[in-house]
Each structure stands twice: as structure tokens, then as C-alpha cells.
């Protein structure tokens, strides 16, 4: 049984993504830290999946700790790495602290593989690096321009990943995540809500009651409706490109390959809105503000070369995504903390 160690593997993807690599007959060996997620899920998980895994509490900032990781499991086969801070609001007001955690920790843990002869990983990066695109739909050969650290943090570390796979011979696979949202059909995993930064989040937390309105951030864009235009995926479909991804090094000799993960289509906030009404039976407020700085229109993946090279396609369409979330929020509306 290939064993695979996913780094972040608590966190809101990672814990879906373990869901599907247990699923699929992997072993899995979790590193997370908890900053920014709880010890919970690895029970749900294992409730979900009958199977057990493997639970290191560590940053990977911390050599030492990686190491002894690596060295105790032994046999690693691969790495999928989620783990790094992530609210881009955040990274433009302590960008020392993205940089530091994400770009060093991120090294450190390459250092690690290399050490001990890993050297297969799928990366988790973001449709962020390619900042205001120039053309929609967005195919892997847009260029890339991130515009705030959290994203320059994603794409320094697909360089640095790109420049390891060929030098080392490293296997890389490069996944570009659109907006992930949903939760696993169970409701029993799902975005812990305690700290939303993202649409989905906010609406769940009118609709169940724990905040009074959503705040539309500007009406006046270039779209349709005036709002913004995102690309949703479902995370279950985005955890299970993950899986497509590891069965992929079996049959690549390349060192880096690059996929979008999307649906192909846009959603704006105000549809966003009114599906999750229609879905909950919730009233769900809106009030209309001023545009959010850093956001842009619309943003929406050319996934086709994920479909054609993966043979991974988004399956969950934006009824089921939110159907998804309003079942994990209505359950649990304090996330893990009931
Ligand atoms: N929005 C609102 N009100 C809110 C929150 C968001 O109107 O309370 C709007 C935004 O203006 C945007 C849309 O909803 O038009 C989606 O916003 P999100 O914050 O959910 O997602 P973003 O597209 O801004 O960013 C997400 C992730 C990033 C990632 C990016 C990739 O948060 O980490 O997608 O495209 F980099």
C-alpha cells in the first residue's frame, strides 16, 4: 500500500483529500500543526473512512521534528503539501509572516524530502497566481502575477518546486485551485467556520442565524449583475484531483505538471446568494458595499487539460456545493466546536 504523507492534512482541503486517499486504498500520514484547525476531523475522518492513519503534531518549520517524521514512518512514496497560511488580507498586513511561514517552511520541508529520498509531491496552489487575468476563461499558460504576498508565497513556491523537479528529478504535480467551497456529502467535515475570510463562509453564518448580513463587496464591476464573477468547486472534487494526481506520477516522466482545478463556470455573488436561499429556505440579508481592495472581477479556470491529462472532472454542479455546505452548517453550526 503506497503511503502518503499530507502535510496541512487537518486543515479544511487536506481533511477532505485524507477522506479520499483512505477511499482509495492509501495510507496516510498526516503533519499539521493545528494553528489554524482542530484535532477533531482526524476522528471524523476516521469514522468516515473505517480506516486509522498516522497524526504528527508539527510545523514544518520545525526541521528537527519533520525529520524524526520522516525517519519514523519511513517509506513515504509521496508528499501532498496544503500547509500555509492563507487569508490574503492577512498576508498584506504581516507579508514577514507569510513569507516566513510559507516560503521557509515550505523549504524546509523539500530539504526533508531530499533527505530522505522523496521525491514525488502535489502541491496546492492557487488561482491567486495569476492575479487580474488578462483573458477568460484562464488557461495554466496565463501569466503569472500575483498581487498580494499570500499569492507571490504560491507562486515563489511553484518556482521553487519547478527548478527542484529538474535539477533532483523530482516528480511535481502543480494543482491551481479555483474557489473551493461545499463540505463532504456526510456533514461531518467541512470549512471550520470560527474565522470565514471567504464568500461561502460569511452567507452559511447568516443563514444559520450567527451573523445579521452578508456585505456584497461592490456592485459596479464589469459583470452581469455588477458583482463579482468566481469559478466555485466543490472540495470533495477538488480532494479528489489530488488522488487523480498521485495515480498520474505512475504514468509521467515529466518533472512538473500544471493543471487547473475549476468547473469552467462563473457564478457572481448575488447567484452565490440566491442559491443558498433557495437551498436553506433562509431569508439571508445582503447589504451592498464598497469593492474589497486587491479583488477583481471575474475569475474562471480553462480545466480542460486537468479533464483530458488527469481524466479528473468537476462532478458536484453549484446546487450540490451549496447543499453541501448548508448540510455541514446546519449540523454543526460552531464547526468543530459543535
Ligand atoms: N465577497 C463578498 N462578500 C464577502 C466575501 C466575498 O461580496 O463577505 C465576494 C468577493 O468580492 C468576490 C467573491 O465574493 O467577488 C468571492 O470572494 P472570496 O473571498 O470567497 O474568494 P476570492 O475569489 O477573493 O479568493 C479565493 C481564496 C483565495 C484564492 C482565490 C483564488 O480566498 O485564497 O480564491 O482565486 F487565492
Not at 499539521?32 to 504528527?56: Q, V
Not at 496565463?142 to 527548478?163: C, F, H, R, S, V
Not at 483530458?308 to 458536484?316: F, H, I, P, Q
Request: net charge negative; hydrophobic share 35%.
Amino acid at each position: 500500500m503506497k503511503k502518503i504523507l499530507v502535510t496541512g492534512g487537518a486543515g479544511y482541503i487536506g481533511s477532505h483529500t485524507c477522506v479520499e486517499l483512505l477511499d482509495s486504498g492509501y495510507e496516510v500520514v498526516i503533519v499539521d500543526d493545528l494553528s489554524n484547525s482542530e484535532l477533531e476531523p482526524m476522528k471524523r475522518i476516521k469514522a468516515l473512512t473505517g480506516k486509522s492513519l498516522s497524526f504528527h503534531q508539527v510545523n514544518i518549520l520545525d526541521k528537527d521534528a519533520l525529520n524524526a517524521v520522516f525517519e519514523k514512518e519511513g517509506n513515504i512514496d509521496a508528499v501532498i503539501h496544503f500547509a500555509a497560511l492563507k487569508a490574503v488580507g492577512e498576508s498584506v498586513e504581516q507579508p514577514l509572516r507569510y513569507y516566513h511561514n510559507n516560503i521557509t517552511g515550505s523549504l524546509t520541508l523539500f530539504e526533508v524530502m531530499q533527505d530522505h529520498a522523496v521525491s514525488k509531491i502535489v502541491f496546492s496552489s492557487s488561482a491567486t497566481v495569476y492575479g487580474d487575468p488578462e483573458t477568460i476563461p484562464l488557461t495554466e499558460k496565463a501569466p503569472i502575477q500575483a498581487t498580494n504576498p499570500y499569492g507571490q508565497t504560491k507562486a515563489m513556491m511553484e518556482q521553487i518546486l519547478m527548478d527542484t523537479g529538474e535539477t533532483y528529478d523530482w516528480d511535481v504535480i502543480i494543482l491551481r485551485y479555483f474557489n473551493p467551497v461545499g463540505a463532504h456529502p456526510s456533514g461531518e467535515i467541512g470549512e471550520d467556520p470560527n474565522y470565514p475570510n471567504n464568500l461561502l463562509p460569511f452567507v452559511s453564518q447568516v443563514a444559520v442565524g450567527l451573523r445579521e448580513h452578508v456585505t456584497i463587496f461592490g456592485d459596479d464591476y464589469d459583470t452581469p449583475d455588477g458583482t463579482g464573477v468566481r469559478d466555485y468547486i466543490h472540495v470533495v472534487d477538488l480532494a479528489k484531483a489530488h488522488v487523480k494526481s498521485l495515480e498520474k506520477f505512475a504514468t509521467t516522466d515529466q518533472e512538473t505538471l500544471v493543471y487547473n482545478i475549476g468547473t469552467g463556470v462563473g457564478y457572481s455573488v448575488k447567484e452565490m446568494v440566491e442559491t443558498f436561499r433557495e437551498v436553506s429556505g433562509k431569508e439571508i440579508k445582503t447589504v451592498t458595499g464598497p469593492r474589497r481592495s486587491g479583488d477583481i472581477a471575474t475569475c474562471i479556470a480553462d480545466s480542460s487539460l486537468a479533464n483530458t491529462d488527469l481524466k479528473w472532472t468537476a462532478e458536484y454542479d453549484l446546487k450540490a456545493m451549496i447543499e453541501s455546505a448548508w448540510n455541514w452548517q446546519s449540523k454543526y453550526p460552531n464547526g468543530y466546536k459543535g
